[in-house]
């Protein structure tokens, strides 16, 4: 029988945050959390600002295809002239290494809708370059630029912490970043015409989560290129040309889960799923894209998505990308249904 808490992911599945960096962002900023999005559904390193969760049934998941969202651009924008943020870019952009480093325009969220309440997801967005991108991930990481407010006693180098300003004010027309995250990015979780999820894993060199192992990719949106997230998706999934992996994906079974805030690397993530026509024994090293560096080619495996012991200890591991366990839920919950997938994850909540 399904008990009460089965049907409430929030009480076992979320409000789990990874040691270090985010959970400290999280019991920092809880009550500023409750006060601006009403619910603080967390996981791993990832603040859920937007799921249809607890109505997504079987006849409202659908909500969340290419056709219900709509995306405007503005741009592009700078840090602040004279700011800490802007020191560091303007001592980055003008080095040997800089210079070498560009990776084309890139996205970052102002505004969007209360997709909860309203029939489509709104964003108002603006483009900016690679390096501002680049600088604020490496400054936090690397310590050159101040973390946060004072927390537990320990005090932050000042109040004028980034991670500490990038969440959203609410008003009558949706949520607005006055000091917007750094960029946006699509995580997503592939699925194949077999039922299963296919895995990869990360390199020994890669900048963020190393050897690490994921479900199933993540790529930034592009600042000129992309008009949504689902450009975005085609770009890196693509029997012709993927960036991240050469498969047909079915775009009837394309759509945003949900979105969130990772306060690690100062994004905002499109929780996304697909399913590509490929069977899981047709994809292997041969299926990785142009940017085929960014992860391990000796591995790409597939999980049951009938195995929910699989899923939920996939989900558990430690070693798992700082997304990918929301990932996999949303995969698991899209191919079961809401309330069948949950019921059947359940009993299997604390598999390792």
Do not use: C
């Not at 004279?82 to 969220?109: C, I, R």
């Amino acid at each position: 029988m399904t008990t009460v808490e089965s049907r409430d992911p929030a009480t076992w599945l979320f409000n789990r945050a990874t040691p270090g960096i985010a959970q400290e962002w999280f019991s920092r900023n809880y009550q500023r959390i409750l006060d601006t999005l009403g619910m603080a559904w967390i996981r791993d390193n990832a603040l859920v600002l937007n799921a249809p969760f607890e109505t997504w049934t079987k006849d409202v998941k659908d909500r969340y295809t290419e056709a219900q969202v709509n995306m405007t651009k503005t741009g592009p924008t700078m840090p602040p002239e004279g700011s800490e943020l802007w020191n560091l870019y303007q001592e980055y952009t003008n080095s040997d290494a800089g210079k070498a480093d560009f990776n084309g325009s890139k996205l970052a969220l102002y505004r969007h809708s209360r997709v909860l309440t309203d029939t489509n997801l709104t964003l108002e967005v603006s483009s900016y370059d690679w390096h501002r991108m680049r600088v604020l991930g490496m400054g936090l990481r690397d310590g050159r630029l101040p973390q946060g407010l004072p927390f537990n006693g320990r005090e932050f180098p000042n109040t004028e912490g980034y991670r500490d300003t990038i969440l959203p004010r609410r008003t009558a027309e949706g949520y607005v970043f006055d000091s917007y995250p750094n960029n946006l990015v699509i995580h997503v979780a592939i699925t194949t015409s077999d039922g299963k999820l296919i895995v990869t894993q990360k390199p020994p060199d890669a900048d963020y989560y190393p050897n690490g192992f994921a479900t199933t990719i993540e790529e930034q949106m592009h600042g000129v290129r992309d008009e949504s997230p689902f450009d975005t998706l085609r770009r890196s999934v693509n029997k012709v040309g993927g960036e991240e992996l050469k498969l047909t994906l079915i775009p009837e079974h394309s759509r945003i889960a949900a979105m969130i805030l990772e306060p690690d690397v100062s994004a905002i993530g499109f929780i996304m799923t697909a399913r590509v026509a490929e069977s899981s024994e047709e994809i292997n090293a041969g299926s990785l894209g142009a940017d085929r560096a960014e992860f391990d080619p000796s591995y790409i495996r597939a999980v049951s998505l009938d195995n929910p012991a699989q899923i939920m200890s996939l989900i558990n591991r430690s070693d798992l990308h700082g997304t990918s366990g929301l990932r996999t839920f949303s995969a698991y919950v899209d191919y079961h249904g809401y309330e069948d997938g949950l019921s059947s994850l359940y009993p299997y909540r604390n598999a390792a």
